[in-house]
C-alpha cells in the first residue's frame, strides 16, 4: 500500500526579462528567452499525499477546495506528469502562499514549481533540476523559473527536452532588493495564459521577440557584473515592451493603474537624484521595484507615501525549490 | 514702399493616424503617411506685417517678445520660405492662441499653418493649398495637416514636393467631437521636436512604420462609412503604438500621468457599456476623447469628475486656415 506525504517550499519570481507569448501553447515553449530573480521570503507550499486510498485528484488552496479552473488546470498537469513518468494514482494537494495571489507576482510560478518537487518526491521520483524545471513548465511558464535559485535563466528552446530553466548567479551573487508596491489586489480581468495567446496579435510582438536576445545578453552581463546602471535601462525597457505589446494587441491589454505610472515616474526621478533603481511590471498594474539592499530601506519608505499604494513587500534574492518534509 | 499687413487663423489639429519619426529631419518629411482631424473653436491668429521699415524678424506671442528658442525656429523658417520664394525684407509677426500651448494640442501646427498662410499673403503671394501645406510642413511637421479643413490625410512622401496634406472629407461630413481632457497645461519635458528624433531608437519604431498603411487605410474607411467602432479600435491602436514606441525610445519618454491612464480606463469601460467613444493621446498627457456628436455632452460631464481632470475643452471638425483681414 502507498502512502507517502510530501512538502516542498518554491518562491515566486521576477521577471527581468519578461515571457510574454508562446511557440507551443500546450508544453509553454516560449517565443522568447527570459531572465528572473527568485523571491525569497515569498513562496508556496505545497502539500502532496500520495496514497493507494485516494481515487482522484484533490486541490486544497489555503484550506479550501481550489476553484474549478484551479482543479482543471492541476488535473491536466498530473494527467501529463503520470504519463511521462508513467505513474498511476491520484493526489491530494494542499497548496498555501503567503503573498496575494493574482496580483501580478507570479502565484502559479510558486505554486507549479513546490508541485512539481512535491508530486515527484512522493512517487519516489529525483528528478535532475532540469527535468524539474521541464516539468514545472507543463504547468505554468514561468514555473520552471523557480525550481533554480538566485537568478535563472529560462532557454526558451524549441521543444519539451530544450526549454528548461538554469540558474546564471546564486542569491548571495548580488544584493538585489525587489520592493514590489501593491496597488491592486483583485484579480486580474485578463489571466497571463491569455494574455500570451494575445501577443502574436500585436503589429509589434515580433519585433519585441527579434529584439530578445541582446536585452538578454545585456541582462546577463549587468547581473554577472553587478551593474546597475545597465542593469536598469534593460529591466526598464523590456517592461516596457512587454507593456508596448500588451497594449496593441488584439484585444488590447492595459494592465497599468493611475498608480502604476505615478511610481514608474517615481523611480524615474530618484534614479536621475542619483539613487539606483529601476522599476518592472508583470502582467498586473504593481510595480517591482528593484534596488541595492542599502537602499531599500529608503526606497520602502518613499513608496508608501505614493498615493495608491496599498502596500509594499521586500524581497531579496530566493533559493531553489526545496522539499521541507519526508516522510 | 511695401507695408502690408495681413491676419490668417489656423485651426490645431488632433491626430488619428500619428506622426512620430522623420525620414528627413530638416525638411520633416514623416517616415509615415497620418491622418487628423481640424478642431473647431481652437485656433491661432497671427498677424504678419511686411514693411520695408523693418529690419529684422521680431515674433510676438500672446502680447510678449517670444523666447529665443521660438523666435530662432520662425527665422529659420522665414529664412527657407525667403529662399524658396525669392523675397526679400522682415517681419513682425503677433500670434495668440486661445488654448493652452505645450501641452499635448499641437500649438505648433496651427502656428505655422497660419504663419504660412499670413506671410505669403503679405508677400502678394497666392500659393496653392498643396503648396501652403508644403510651406507649413517646414515649420512644423504636423501644421501641414492644418492648412486643408475637416479631416486630413498628410502623404509622407519622400521629399519636399511628394510631402503635403489634402482634406479627405469635408467637416460637415461626420459631427465628430473631441472632449479635450486637460490633465497637464505645464511645458512638456521633452518636446515633440526631440522626440521624433529618438523614435527610431525604438526597437519597435520600424514595425510600427511597417504597419502603418493598413492603420491609414482602415481610419480612411472609418471616416469615409462613418464607422465609428473601426475607428475607435485603429485611432486607440494607433496612440498606443506611438506611446510604445516612445517609452522603448532611447532615452525612454513616457509621457502618460496617472491621469492619463484614469481616462483611458474609463473611455474603453464606458465603450463597452455601449457608447460610441475612443481616446487618443498626442506627445503629452491630455487625452483627446472622441464621441460623436449626440453624446458629447455627457462625456463631457463625466470627464469632468475624473480625478486629475482640469478641464475640458470641446472641438468638433473645425474647417481650413483662412485669412481674416487684407489690406
Not at 494527467?79 to 503567503?98: H, V
Not at 483583485?186 to 536585452?215: F, V, W, Y
Not at 552581463?221 to 551593474?227: E, K, P, Q, T
Amino acid at each position: 500500500m502507498i502512502n507517502k506525504i510530501t512538502t516542498a517550499i518554491a518562491h515566486p519570481n521576477i521577471a527581468l526579462i519578461k515571457y510574454w507569448g508562446d511557440l507551443d501553447v500546450d508544453l509553454h515553449i516560449p517565443v522568447n528567452s527570459s531572465i528572473s530573480m527568485n523571491l525569497d521570503g515569498l513562496f508556496t507550499r505545497t502539500t502532496v499525499t500520495y496514497s493507494s486510498e485516494i481515487t482522484r485528484d484533490d486541490l486544497f488552496i489555503d484550506g479550501q477546495p481550489a476553484s474549478e479552473i484551479a482543479q482543471k488546470r492541476v488535473e491536466y498537469f498530473l494527467d501529463r506528469f503520470r504519463k511521462i513518468y508513467k505513474i498511476s494514482g491520484y493526489f491530494q494537494i494542499e497548496s498555501a502562499s503567503n503573498f496575494p495571489i493574482n496580483a501580478g507576482i507570479a502565484s502559479s510560478a510558486s505554486a507549479f514549481a513546490a508541485l512539481s518537487l512535491a508530486v515527484t518526491d512522493a512517487c519516489g521520483l529525483s528528478l535532475s533540476e532540469a527535468d524539474l524545471s521541464r516539468l514545472a513548465r507543463l504547468g505554468s511558464g514561468s514555473a520552471c523559473r523557480s525550481i533554480p535559485g538566485g537568478f535563472v535563466e529560462w532557454q526558451a528552446g524549441y521543444n519539451h527536452e530544450s526549454s528548461f530553466a538554469f540558474l546564471i548567479a546564486s542569491p548571495s551573487h548580488w544584493c538585489l532588493v525587489d520592493c514590489i508596491a501593491i496597488v491592486d489586489t483583485e484579480e486580474k480581468e485578463t489571466s497571463s495564459r491569455q494574455g500570451h495567446e494575445l501577443a502574436q496579435s500585436s503589429p509589434l510582438q515580433q519585433a519585441r521577440i527579434m529584439n530578445a536576445d541582446q536585452r538578454l545578453d545585456e541582462c546577463r552581463f549587468a547581473i554577472m557584473s553587478r551593474d546597475f546602471d545597465l542593469l536598469a535601462r534593460v529591466v526598464e525597457l523590456d517592461s516596457n515592451m512587454m507593456h508596448a505589446v500588451m497594449m496593441t494587441s488584439n484585444p488590447p491589454l492595459l494592465y497599468w493603474k493611475p498608480a502604476t505610472i505615478s511610481i514608474m515616474k517615481s523611480v524615474i526621478e530618484w534614479r536621475m537624484a542619483g539613487i539606483p533603481v529601476c522599476y518592472t511590471v508583470d502582467a498586473g498594474a504593481n510595480v517591482h521595484v528593484l534596488c541595492e539592499a542599502e537602499n531599500s530601506g529608503a526606497i520602502l519608505n518613499q513608496l508608501k507615501e505614493i498615493p495608491g499604494v496599498l502596500l509594499v513587500l521586500e524581497a531579496g534574492p530566493g533559493g531553489a525549490a526545496t522539499l521541507e518534509i519526508r516522510n
